[in-house]
Structures are given as C-alpha cells and as structure tokens.
C-alpha cells in the first residue's frame, strides 16, 4: 500500500487547523513487537505530560481506514509496510472525556473554541500487528516525546482508553494465534517446535509441557514437518517446520497465511 505522506501534519497547529477530517472517527494502532522471547507494545510519550498512547489519528474524508491506519503509523513511526488487521472498535461514550487534548493545546499555547472537532467525542477503530521489534527504528515527531518499545506486562501511564485498547489487541491476538504467528513472519522460514513453542508461551502468557504442546500443534495441522536439525551437538537433532499455504503479501515483507488474509 502506498502511503500519502503529504497528509501527514508537521505541527500541532495543522492538525488543528485541518477541516477535512471524518467526524468523530480514528484509528489506533496496536504493534506488538517480540524479540529474544520478550513481548512489547509501540507507545508514544506526549510533550510535557506523564502520559502514553498508540500511534493513532485521524482519518480524512477521501481515504479508506485502512490507508488511514498506515498513514498515522508512518507518520508517527516511520514503520511501513506491516500487515494491520483491523480487530475491534471502541466506541465507549466517556473514553476521550479526560481534557488530554486540551492540556496539549494549552501547554503549546494554542486556543481553540471549545466546540472545535479535536473536543468532541472520537470513535476509534483499532489495528493490531505482530512484528520483529528488533528490526524495527522508532521516530518521536511534533506531537510526541519519544517513541518507545515497552513490555505489556508493565505499561505506563496511559491516555484516553489506551491501556484497554492495548488488552484488547492482545486477546484478539492470542485468541487468534495460529493464523497471526504463521502472517508475522517472526520466525525464519525453517524453524524448530522449540522455536515456536518459546513464541506462544510468551504470547500467552504461559507454559507448556513440550510432548503436549507439539501434539497440539501438530493437530492444527498448519505446519509441514521438514528434514531434522543437525547441528553437531550430541543432542537428538530435532525436526525442522514450516507453515502450510503461505503466501505473500506483494506490498509487504511479512508473509500471511491463507487463514490470516483479510478482504
């Protein structure tokens, strides 16, 4: 997907000032990132406040969602071609009802009328990704502090609904594992059941017992059992896996399984 850069908005004051965005909608985004058995998320820190957020904004009257969610993605962290998937939306009516907007503004020293669009209340659609946090550099802009990769398990201070948006993503994420491990491409194309075990257990949280997890898994039936693992050591050479109907994504680096595609 080709992204329109010249949307994106340098400064505070253009944000502001643009008229042609969708009424009370945004976009979210929630990247998971996980390296050498550790699971993070992509927070953005504001200016001046003890507060965090997902790279989100908001969506112009002629583009899709999706190109919207990969525009504020780039916008905000220069990451591009990622597979987004669209897992839920959020739509409480109290959820943008914590003046965060408004301490941005007046800290910046901008006035605005208090019925300008950026007050009202924001629906917001969230997209979640799984990538290698490893290869992936982070850029602060204009509206933010720093762009950090931060565990799940030990979240900051987070803004408007974030730190629930944030859960969310992670249980359509694990309910969903099979088909998002097999689209992140976290792991090489060739890999080992140990391998692959350490992905889910730090993805769910938990252990498990290695005869049974194989057996599980290999009840799936989403991998093609490959030749063994000869490394010179004098362990028993394990086998190596691949994922079954991989196919891939022309606009993208990360494979997606035939489960995963979306329409």
Known sequence: ?????????????????T???????????????FHNNILKVLLLKYHDLNLWALPGGFVFNDEDLREAAARVLYER?????????????????????????????????IEV????????????????????????NTFPDAFNETCEWVEVNNLPNMAFDHDRIIETGLEYLRMNINTEVA????????????????????ILGEKFRRNNF????????????????????????????KFKNRIYNPTSQY???????EN
């Not at 010249?6 to 004051?13: A, S």
């Not at 494979?255 to 595609?261: K, L, R, V, W, Y």
Request: glycine share 4%.
């Open 113 to 136: 009328p208090k019925d300008h669009w950026i007050f009202q209340r924001f629906i917001t659609v969230g997209y979640c990704s799984l990538i290698d946090f490893s290869i992936a």
């Open 19 to 33: 008229k042609d965005f969708v009424a009370h909608v945004s976009v979210d985004c929630t990247i998971f990132g």
């Open 214 to 241: 194989q057996r599980k898994i290999l009840s799936l039936n989403i991998l093609d059992r490959l030749e063994k693992l000869y490394d010179g050591s004098a362990n028993k050479a394990p086998y190596l896996y």
């Open 1 to 17: 997907m080709k992204i329109n850069t010249e949307k994106n908005k340098e400064t505070l004051q253009e944000l502001i000032d």
């Open 77 to 109: 962290t220069h990451l591009k071609d990622i597979f987004l998937k669209q897992f839920h939306t959020f739509g409480r009516i109290d959820r943008t009802e914590n003046n965060i907007h408004q301490i941005l503004l007046e800290n910046k020293g």
């Open 183 to 202: 689209a992140s491409n976290l792991l090489p194309e060739k890999f080992t059941m140990k391998d692959l075990q350490c992905l889910y257990e730090t």
């Open 255 to 261: 494979p997606i399984s035939n489960e995963a595609a």
